[in-house]
């Protein structure tokens, strides 16, 4: 196991975390790299005690200050997303409705003029055209068609 591989474990060390083959590895490491050896010192001083290991005092005295705690009066909490942290001047808001409304009432009018032809397709029924007015798109009356 090189300097990072173990580097990345020795909080995990120190908790007792690793597999057993692992930790053997780590301390093996440990033995013969001085380097990891200090650091691993000086996570220890700054890392606290796994909780579980705490004496029987050190429970009552986190009862005592979870009572304490509990007791303190506390501060709102801060509003989630739904809820209103500030407000807006009612005439913009009635403005802005306003103009979603109109264009929403725009939109259903371009939607339904769609929908219903229009008086100058609805005037008649369709004329077609006789064939012997008909002339291709290329036709010019300079040039007749053979
Ligand atoms: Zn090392």
Same mark, same amino acid.
């Given at each position: 196991?090189?300097?990072?591989?173990?580097? =990345? %474990?020795?909080?995990?060390?120190?908790?007792?975390? #690793?597999?057993? &083959? +692992? /930790? $053997?590895?780590?301390?093996?490491? *440990?033995?013969?790299?001085?380097?990891?050896?200090? #650091? +691993? @010192?000086?996570?220890? %001083? !700054? =890392?606290?005690?796994? *909780? #579980?290991?705490?004496?029987? $005092?050190?429970?009552?005295?986190? +009862?005592?200050?979870?009572?304490?705690?509990?007791? %303190?009066?506390?501060?709102?909490?801060?509003?989630?997303?739904?809820? %209103? $942290? /500030?407000?807006?001047?009612? &005439?913009? !808001?009635?403005?802005?409705?306003?103009? #979603? *409304? &109109?264009?929403?009432?725009?939109? !259903?009018?371009?939607?339904?003029?769609?929908?219903?032809?229009?008086?100058? =397709?609805?005037? &008649?029924? !369709?004329?077609?055209?006789?064939?012997?007015?008909?002339?291709?798109?290329?036709? $010019?009356? +300079? @040039?007749?068609?053979?």
């Amino acid at each position: 196991m090189n300097c990072r591989e173990v580097q =990345t %474990r020795i909080t995990a060390w120190q908790d007792q975390e #690793l597999s057993p &083959g +692992e /930790h $053997t590895q780590v301390t093996e490491h *440990f033995r013969r790299c001085a380097p990891c050896r200090s #650091l +691993e @010192a000086r996570l220890a %001083r !700054v =890392t606290p005690k796994p *909780f #579980l290991d705490a004496p029987e $005092t050190d429970w009552s005295r986190l +009862e005592d200050a979870i009572d304490e705690e509990w007791a %303190r009066p506390h501060a709102p909490a801060a509003p989630r997303w739904w809820q %209103r $942290t /500030h407000s807006l001047p009612r &005439g913009a !808001v009635a403005l802005y409705a306003a103009a #979603l *409304f &109109g264009a929403l009432l725009w939109g !259903v009018h371009g939607w339904r003029s769609a929908q219903t032809p229009s008086p100058n =397709t609805a005037a &008649g029924p !369709v004329v077609p055209i006789p064939s012997e007015d008909y002339r291709p798109a290329g036709w $010019t009356p +300079e @040039a007749p068609p053979p």
